[in-house]
């Protein structure tokens, strides 16, 4: 998924990270200033359309959005939510990823069953999973089981994906090289294969990551008890916009966090890459 | 050689009707006496049954052309302002410093979030699923577009100034095709996700459309037509799938990008 | 050339021949024709010849990667099954060292294999990280470095094995001309120093006369060794040898041998050749008449 990667074109020489030798002026035309300058232009055209524009029926300005998160982190339920959630999230990426990983390995292992098995895990993984949302409602309960199922269901295929392709895609010369050395098979696997492996393992936590946070909170919106799908609905039933504005923004921030921290720890495994 | 991949081909293909018959089995024995509950896996016969009766009284085509027209509105929104504002973003490195960061970012952010609040400013018809599609399918459309038209080698740009290009024949001649195989993948990206959010959307609060239908199917304890419309969005996204890939082999060769790279 | 004792004796191909699919089949390729050949221990050894014309193949027989259809091949007195660490270390044209180990590590793993101690190890790795001048790129990673730092590193891998003989599948093949010149030299004085046994496949006249002490020319497919050319010269040999009247000649010698196996490997270059190409042309129709 070239897209996604695009997100790694982060551009390490503007001036500001040079330090602190560039002067102001410049510092306040570089991009990084320019795009707190665009983030700024967005609030403050919001701040303008909720207050003067729109029904407040149906907008908050961000000025009483972040004044009311106080509030609404104070309402009871609301931080329990938040870590249900969280919880949901965790256990989820984390079956994700052994299953994804097992599953993976079982299927790259061999050629046969990488032609056998591999074309029906992507066939599986074109399904629209939404279809089958309301099934695991029916069958896991609308707790956080079913939010954790169906978080691992849209997880596991880029780990096993991830898992196959870069099981496949060692150059022959690496192994031609280890062997010439006198590898053994053992020594092949530990030396050779599996730290070839890795970066395109992390690649594939990164968008497993992306599948787990959209599974779950898909979950959690379209049936939940305690979650924050529980909050949501309440809020945008008593059109309650500040604090469903509130709610949402807090979630996107962690789930910015969390897909932040997992594109870290794929950038730092596959430093050695080009 | 041929032989031994023929004899490989027959296996996988011997391997696959294998899967298919346990799965039935296992499906049918699962749901005979004493198996699951009728509610949460019908038997195979009444899914099918089921299933024909939807193609036969043309039950599926209204929720289909609903679930159409937005995915088509969706996808029309996000391709024309993803590319235009792609294409212009990427004229200039310091815009493509300001803002492709932003969007990368942005894209990130998981935007199933925000249907609540669609919902709530454009209503449970059509225009919240469109919205809310677009929103989705935006992102990698705008992205590839910035990378694709930025990334163009400037041996091509150079090339063609050497030969006197006017600025219009430099974007038609030299840049779309250049720029052409990575903004292609972005378009069949941004055609799924648009798929997949409006029939998410719809299945999250919705009157009408095929992610409804299977919503509906399952608040009504009718199991099996609720299997009958998953098929149904299977085989479309089937269909979807096998065609966008179609479309970007041949939008790749009169390019002459090869596969793969 | 005295015929040599066994006990000089590195390598010694017998009638080996190898062909890659099956006979009659599209994918049949005859990549080396009965081809014999000795290499005494110490010697510099050059192949040359053609595209295709199987000079990688008879490289890739010797070190046991690939295993000859017919005819034998013997390492040290010893008939060869597979790669020999303990005899055999390569250096590949393509870029070999593991992108995730740095240029250390890259060492050290190799060690590992051979089942080498550690303190034994960290001696070996600073050793010939040093021999190749490249102690200070220790800790780098591979695509940190130029492809001619990247070629010294293996070099350095494959002299930390300590092995008497060396395989070199055109290493600087993807290097520029003048890197080239720079590694050839030092090759040279690595001759000198450590009276290793080297066996070198080159496309490059100018590399084979300046390393080899003998030049095995190839004739186009099928494979097979046409003449080896001596070049009597003491190692290290100094910039000044490539400009001398030996060079030249034996230079010219191999150019008028390779010319009309080159006109064979590419048909369609045959008009081309004959008009650009005059005296080399005449001498060669005398030998094939």
């Not at chain 1, 089981?145 to 010369?173: D, E, R, W």
């Not at chain 2, 790749?252 to 090869?258: E, P, S």
């Amino acid at each position: 998924m070239p897209i996604q990667n695009i997100a790694s074109a982060a551009i390490p020489n503007t001036p500001l990270a040079r330090g602190h030798a560039v002067p102001w002026s410049e510092r306040l035309r570089s991009p990084a200033a320019a795009r707190l300058y665009v983030i700024a232009a967005l609030l403050i055209l919001w701040e303008i359309f909720a207050r003067f524009i729109v029904d407040p029926l149906f907008s908050a300005p961000p000025s009483q959005v972040f004044g009311n998160m106080g509030a609404l982190l104070a309402r009871p339920g609301v931080v329990e939510a938040l870590m249900l959630t969280l919880g949901e999230l965790a256990a989820a990426f984390v079956l994700a990823i052994l299953i994804g990983l097992v599953i993976g390995l079982a299927v790259g292992s061999t050629r046969f069953s990488k032609r056998a098995f591999f074309p029906v895990l992507m066939m599986l993984y074109g399904i629209p999973q939404v279809t089958i949302l309301p099934i695991l409602i029916l069958t896991f309960g609308i707790g956080p089981m079913s939010k954790i199922v169906f978080g691992v269901t849209h997880g596991m295929f880029p780990v096993i994906i991830a898992t196959v392709a870069s099981m496949n895609n060692l150059k022959p010369i690496f192994r031609t090289s280890a062997w010439a050395m006198g590898a053994s098979r053992w020594q092949t696997f530990r030396y050779v294969l599996l730290p070839h492996m890795v970066p395109g393992f992390f690649t594939g936590l990164r968008l497993a990551m992306s599948g787990v946070l959209i599974g779950v909170l898909l979950g959690e919106l379209y049936a939940s008890s305690k979650g924050i799908g529980h909050f949501t609905q309440m809020f945008s039933d008593n059109f309650d916009q500040v604090n469903l504005l509130g709610i949402v923004l807090i979630v996107a921030a962690i789930a910015m966090v969390f897909n932040a921290i997992v594109r870290r720890v794929e950038l730092y495994f596959s430093r050695w890459r080009a | 050689m041929s032989r031994s991949s023929l004899l490989d081909k027959l296996l996988v293909l011997l391997t696959w009707v294998v899967c298919l018959l346990l799965i039935y089995w296992a499906w049918r024995e699962a749901t005979g006496e004493g198996g699951v509950s009728i509610t949460l896996l019908p038997a195979p016969d009444a899914v099918f049954k089921e299933l024909g009766h939807i193609l036969s009284t043309g039950a599926f085509i209204e929720p289909w052309e609903v679930t159409f027209y937005e995915c088509v509105m969706a996808f029309s929104w996000a391709a024309s302002v993803g590319l235009a504002l792609g294409y212009v973003i990427s004229r200039s490195t310091y815009l493509v410093q300001v803002f492709e960061p932003l969007l990368a970012s942005l894209f990130t952010v998981p935007m199933v979030l925000f249907f609540p609040l669609c919902v709530l400013y454009f209503g449970l018809g059509p225009n919240s699923k469109i919205v809310f599609g677009f929103s989705v399918a935006f992102f990698p459309i705008v992205l590839a577009a910035i990378s694709g038209f930025a990334s163009v080698e400037s041996g091509f740009v150079q090339a063609a100034r050497s030969m006197g290009a006017t600025r219009w024949q430099m974007f038609h001649l030299v840049l779309v095709p250049a720029a052409f195989p990575v903004v292609l993948s972005g378009l069949r990206m941004g055609a799924v996700l648009t798929f997949l959010s409006v029939l998410g959307s719809e299945t999250l609060g919705s009157l009408e459309g095929l992610g409804h239908a299977i919503h509906n199917a399952s608040m009504d304890m009718n199991p099996a037509e609720m299997y009958a419309y998953i098929i149904i969005v299977i085989v479309i996204a089937a269909l979807l799938n096998l065609s966008l890939g179609v479309i970007e082999a041949i939008g790749n060769r009169r390019y002459g990008v090869t596969e793969g790279e | 050339m005295s015929s040599p004792q066994p006990d000089d004796l590195a390598i010694q191909v017998e009638n080996a021949t190898m062909q890659f699919g099956k006979e009659g089949s599209s994918l049949f390729v005859n990549a080396l024709l009965e081809t014999s050949l000795t290499v005494k221990k110490g010697e510099f050894l050059c192949l040359i010849g053609p595209s295709g014309c199987g000079k990688s193949t008879l490289m890739n027989l010797m070190g046991g990667l690939l295993t000859a259809t017919s005819g034998s091949v013997d390492v040290m007195g010893q008939a060869i099954n597979g790669p020999m660490p303990d005899k055999i270390a390569f250096v590949f044209q393509e870029n070999s060292l593991f992108p995730w180990n740095t240029i250390a590590e890259n060492i050290d793993v190799g060690l590992k294999f051979r089942g080498v101690e550690k303190a034994e190890r960290a001696r070996r790795t600073k050793e010939s990280l040093a021999s190749v001048g490249l102690s200070e790129f220790a800790d780098h990673y591979p695509r940190q470095l130029s492809g001619g730092m990247r070629q010294r590193a293996a070099l350095a891998r494959a002299l930390s094995l300590e092995t008497d003989i060396i395989l070199m599948d055109e290493p600087f093949g993807a290097l520029d001309e003048q890197t080239r010149m720079i590694m050839g030299e030092d090759l040279s004085h690595l001759m000198a120093r450590t009276g290793k046994t080297i066996i070198f496949v080159t496309h490059s006249l100018g590399e084979a006369v300046y390393l080899a002490d003998r030049v095995a020319i190839f004739s186009a497919r099928p494979g097979r060794i046409k003449r080896i050319i001596d070049v009597n010269e003491s190692h290290p040999r100094l910039p000044s040898f490539v400009t001398s009247e030996k060079f030249v000649n034996l230079r010219n010698e191999l150019y008028r041998e390779l010319h009309d196996e080159m006109a064979k490997a590419t048909p369609h270059s045959n008009k081309i050749a004959t008009v650009s190409a005059d005296g080399a042309q005449l001498s060669s129709e005398d030998e094939l008449a």
